[in-house]
């Protein structure tokens, strides 16, 4: 096999069967931008930014749910995407409309209690779909490898979240805590996947 069969193999492969698949994870990440975007686009603060991040997060909810209706999730065939590092089967499928839910839920709540207020509404919203997003990329693990990324990607924004209400100091000292936590647990596991590695 050359190199222009490989790269065709993999073009074929990402576009064809793993973007397809990977819609929910996309419609999260184009939401965070959207919301990154707002900072900066004169005018971007006029929209409420809880409107955006709950569209966004419908949008995914939406397209993580099977084409076929929800009686055919027993019927979702195990596909492999990104050359194995995910893997897209009945189990993933149901994760997957359970954390986007939830994430619809949370912004909801969150803006009746307050906490996303609108001068820090894209940020929180920004930390909330990231988390989000890297609990969807555990739940489709398929490689130790890609379930480090995904923990990593969830943890990281939690630090932040734990501290984001301003002038407590619980809060803060709850974000530095869990940081420290955070940080030795991925240590951790890196070593757990080095030797499984040399195991296996």
């Known amino acids: 096999m050359n190199l222009h069969t490989l790269v065709d193999a993999l073009l074929n492969d990402t576009l064809q069967v793993s973007l397809p698949l990977f819609r929910p994870e996309l419609a999260l990440c184009a939401t965070i931008v959207l919301l990154l975007l707002m ?35 027993a019927a979702i065939e195990r596909q492999e995407l990104f050359t194995g590092m995910l893997v897209h089967d009945s189990l ?51 490689h130790l490898l890609t379930v480090f ?32 936590y955070g940080a030795g647990t991925a240590g951790v596991m890196l070593v757990l996947e080095r030797a499984a590695d040399r195991i296996g």
């Open 92 to 142: 993933t499928a149901f994760l997957r409309v359970f954390l986007l839910s939830f994430a619809v839920l949370f912004i909801v709540l969150a803006q009746l209690t307050g906490i996303a207020d609108r001068e820090d509404g894209q940020d929180f919203f920004v930390l909330v779909l990231g988390a989000t997003v890297g609990m969807c990329v555990m739940a489709s693990a398929n």
């Open 149 to 180: 990324l995904g923990v990593e990607m969830a943890s990281v924004p939690s630090y932040v979240l734990a501290g984001i209400v301003k002038g407590r100091r619980r809060s803060s000292e709850a974000a530095l805590k869990y940081a420290v």
């Open 39 to 73: 900072r900066v686009l004169p005018g971007g603060s006029r929209l409420p930014s809880v409107l955006l991040a709950l569209g966004g997060a419908l949008v995914g909810l939406w397209l993580a749910l099977p084409q076929e209706g929800l009686a055919s999730w």
